[in-house]
């Protein structure tokens, strides 16, 4: 035999065998690293503490880091690419997707019921009496979606209010300055806003439109191909989740749990949990189903698409249906 193709043959199969041992290595260690997924103070989003808190995930068999953010910072860090996923609107996955920062809704956790709303002053009762008198609202967000949705239904056009752009942490202040007639704000600034300013109440909610404003899961496109198996076992557990807080038996440490979160007591989270319609994977895979209407995920985002433009929040128009993966949850 000649030894030295044998030894050059040795270190050839050795070689390789340590590259497989390795990308076997770096494979695995792939695997094992956590999805990291950002999460605010939305009860829809702060419904994941009860899986966090009592380890569904790893019942589950799958790695996750939930990072605690405010709202804007959460999609900054997404957009960055510091994080697989991020809670958002579906209006402002579009926003993000838009800035460069594209995302796959794959799933629903909410849609508004009653926590977004337009807040008036002490003697209006309704959108109609808001006519030529000014209306606070952070312009290009979805209490603005809001307003205009709300005055078409009152059948009454943008112009018959004049709009005051302010930020929606300050709408408190601004309702309680006696220098605009409502405000728009979601839960919880719009409660404080009513405290600051006693008889003022709701004239017009998301309650009215249910599927104004859909709360979602939005995943970075290559995590969601990359690890499909383990996007499947969240989506498993958030369908526990919804279960865990809807049924009455459990509810209560649910709240708790949820309430803690936002340091309130269960008794002060209580009503803000029940301004948010929580959508189990049953109900998510009628609503990501295409459509025109409200009731759908697609017609409900082109509404979104539609508003961003008219009101320079972007500038093109952008392709839902390329935002909507139906395939996870048509998967469970």
């Known amino acids: 035999m000649?030894?030295?193709?044998?030894?050059t043959s040795m270190k050839h199969w050795l070689g390789g065998f340590a590259l497989v041992g390795m990308l076997a290595f770096a494979a695995a260690a792939a695997a094992a690293k956590p999805l990291k997924i950002g999460y605010s103070?939305?009860?829809?989003w702060v419904a994941w503490q009860v899986a966090i808190d009592k380890g569904w995930f790893k019942q589950a068999g799958v790695a996750v880091d939930f990072e605690w953010f405010?709202?804007?910072?959460?999609?900054?860090?997404?957009?960055?690419?510091?994080?697989?996923a991020v809670t958002m609107t579906n209006g402002?996955?579009?926003?993000t997707g838009a800035a460069g920062g594209k995302s796959l809704m794959i799933m629903l956790t909410d849609y508004s019921n009653g926590n977004d709303m337009i807040v008036a002053k002490l003697g209006i009762t309704s959108l109609k009496q808001l006519k030529g008198k000014k209306v606070a609202v952070e312009e290009g967000l979805v209490e603005?979606?809001?307003?205009?949705?709300g005055l078409q239904k009152a059948g009454m056009k943008p112009s018959d209010v004049i709009l005051v752009n302010a930020k929606t942490n300050q709408m408190p202040q601004v309702l309680a300055s006696g220098e605009v007639a409502a405000i728009?704000?979601?839960?919880?600034?719009a409660g404080q806003a009513?405290?600051?300013?006693?008889?003022?109440?709701?004239?017009?909610?998301?309650?009215?439109?249910?599927?104004?404003?859909?709360?979602?899961l939005a995943v970075n496109p290559v995590s969601a191909q990359r690890h499909r198996a383990e996007w499947l076992k969240v989506l498993k557990v958030w369908d526990r989740v919804v279960k865990y807080i809807n049924d009455p038996k459990t509810q209560p440490d649910a709240v708790r749990i949820m309430a803690a979160r936002v340091g309130l007591s269960p008794q002060a989270y209580l009503p803000l949990l029940r301004g948010t319609k929580l959508i189990d994977l049953t109900e998510g895979k009628r609503i990501m189903v295409k459509g025109t209407g409200f009731s759908s995920l697609y017609g409900s985002s082109q509404v979104a698409d539609d508003f961003n433009v008219a009101n320079g929040v972007y500038?093109?128009?952008q392709n839902v249906d390329s935002y909507i993966d139906p395939s996870f949850t048509d998967a469970e």
């Open 2 to 7: 000649d030894m030295k193709k044998f030894g």
């Open 41 to 44: 103070d939305w009860p829809g």
């Open 70 to 84: 405010d709202y804007s910072a959460s999609m900054d860090a997404f957009a960055a690419g510091k994080l697989d």
């Open 92 to 95: 402002d996955t579009l926003v």
């Open 144 to 149: 603005h979606l809001l307003l205009l949705n």
């Open 184 to 189: 728009g704000a979601w839960q919880p600034v």
């Open 194 to 216: 009513m405290r600051a300013l006693p008889g003022s109440r709701p004239v017009y909610t998301s309650a009215d439109q249910p599927g104004l404003i859909y709360d979602v």
């Open 315 to 317: 500038k093109t128009h």
